[in-house]
């Protein structure tokens, strides 16, 4: 029945997966996901991005619970490496509590700081682990906490800049609407030697400062959306030595599918489209940004 199976395929195509791209010649790695928030199952998130040559994903945790699926799955699968954390919105969380919460678990109870130590001192003990190559992400989210907790998230992404540090590993920073307090803080603190601003949202002037201190800068489907120019002159100027790639998936999906899922195997359509601004061949920019992310998170 075309007519009426057309218009229900319409509704269906709207919240439906995007469909494969062509594959890259050259793999590459999806440098942030969150595979626990997405449909289906690790095996079928890793072999359908495997099939366009995607080949290496990196699992992050935002928080105790989600750090511990990371790194235990990271243990599972030579293709997922971990990162540990708890969100920039989860730290204020814990402290003073909040029924909106982003661990969805429902409404919670203020813990107060010694909560917060408590979970930090989880996230430092999974730091250590050998599969867990980042502490991240972390940083400062002034979009979505308030000044209430400003201090909470402040004084956790200190924490988690120190844990970093001392275990070697990559810091990944989320950093919204907060470029210059994430800038201060990391000169404050003094950054570890690999730190990768995931889900780059900065400005072609902010990308020369990233350069300047050898921040790695890794950007996500939102730098195919119309009004995100900000974000392709960044790519432009950024040194191709520290550009990374990510999905940030299940968010941000590439254009066209906006509003669709995202899942790490769209990782060709965001690397055609940085290629296409940088005007290099996109085998070129594939090679780049692989040996880039294994560089940045030291695997
Ligand atoms: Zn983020
Ligand atoms: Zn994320």
Same mark, same amino acid.
């Given at each position: 029945?075309?007519?009426?199976?057309?218009?229900?395929?319409?509704?269906?195509?709207?919240?439906?997966?995007? *469909?494969?791209?062509?594959?890259?010649?050259? *793999?590459?790695?999806?440098? &942030?996901?969150?595979?626990?928030?997405?449909?289906?199952? +690790?095996?079928?998130?890793?072999?359908?991005?495997?099939?366009?040559?995607?080949?290496?994903?990196?699992? +992050?945790?935002?928080?105790?619970?989600?750090?511990?699926?990371?790194?235990?799955?990271?243990?599972?699968?030579?293709?997922?490496?971990?990162?540990?954390?708890?969100?920039?919105?989860?730290?204020?969380?814990?402290?003073?509590?909040?029924?909106?919460?982003?661990?969805?678990?429902?409404?919670?109870?203020?813990?107060?700081?010694?909560?917060?130590?408590?979970?930090?001192?989880?996230?430092?003990?999974?730091?250590?682990?050998?599969?867990?190559?980042?502490?991240?992400?972390?940083? #400062?989210? &002034?979009?979505?906490?308030?000044?209430?907790?400003?201090?909470?998230?402040?004084?956790?992404?200190?924490?988690?800049?120190?844990?970093?540090?001392?275990?070697?590993?990559?810091?990944?920073?989320?950093?919204?609407?907060? &470029?210059?307090?994430?800038?201060?803080?990391?000169?404050?603190?003094?950054?570890?030697?690999?730190? +990768?601003?995931?889900?780059?949202?900065?400005?072609?002037?902010?990308?020369?400062?990233?350069?300047?201190?050898?921040?790695?800068?890794?950007?996500?489907?939102?730098?195919?959306?119309?009004?995100?120019?900000?974000?392709?002159?960044?790519?432009?100027?950024?040194?191709?030595? #520290?550009?990374?790639?990510?999905?940030?998936?299940?968010? #941000?999906?590439?254009?066209?599918?906006?509003?669709? *899922?995202?899942? *790490?195997?769209?990782?060709?359509?965001? +690397?055609?489209?940085?290629?296409?601004?940088?005007?290099?061949?996109?085998?070129?920019?594939?090679?780049?940004?692989?040996?880039?992310?294994?560089?940045?998170?030291?695997?």
């Amino acid at each position: 029945m075309p007519s009426s199976s057309s218009s229900a395929g319409e509704k269906t195509a709207k919240n439906a997966a995007p *469909p494969l791209p062509e594959p890259l010649r050259v *793999p590459v790695a999806d440098s &942030h996901t969150h595979l626990d928030m997405q449909a289906g199952t +690790v095996e079928e998130g890793l072999a359908k991005a495997a099939s366009v040559g995607v080949t290496t994903v990196v699992q +992050v945790g935002c928080d105790v619970r989600g750090s511990r699926w990371a790194a235990e799955t990271a243990a599972l699968y030579d293709a997922v490496h971990a990162t540990v954390a708890l969100h920039p919105n989860e730290a204020p969380r814990i402290v003073h509590g909040d029924p909106d919460g982003w661990s969805r678990q429902g409404a919670r109870q203020p813990g107060g700081a010694q909560a917060l130590d408590e979970a930090l001192a989880e996230i430092e003990r999974l730091a250590a682990l050998p599969q867990v190559k980042g502490v991240g992400e972390t940083g #400062l989210d &002034h979009f979505r906490t308030g000044p209430e907790g400003k201090e909470a998230q402040e004084s956790s992404f200190r924490a988690h800049i120190e844990i970093a540090k001392r275990h070697g590993k990559a810091l990944v920073i989320h950093d919204r609407d907060a &470029h210059a307090d994430v800038l201060r803080v990391l000169k404050e603190e003094g950054a570890p030697e690999r730190t +990768v601003f995931h889900c780059y949202s900065g400005d072609a002037e902010m990308a020369e400062i990233c350069a300047r201190a050898g921040y790695f800068m890794s950007f996500a489907g939102n730098v195919t959306f119309k009004n995100a120019q900000n974000l392709r002159d960044a790519v432009a100027v950024a040194p191709l030595e #520290l550009l990374l790639v990510e999905t940030d998936a299940p968010f #941000l999906t590439p254009a066209p599918y906006r509003g669709r *899922p995202n899942a *790490p195997y769209l990782i060709p359509v965001t +690397v055609r489209a940085m290629a296409a601004v940088r005007g290099i061949d996109e085998d070129a920019l594939a090679t780049a940004l692989a040996s880039n992310t294994a560089r940045a998170f030291g695997y």
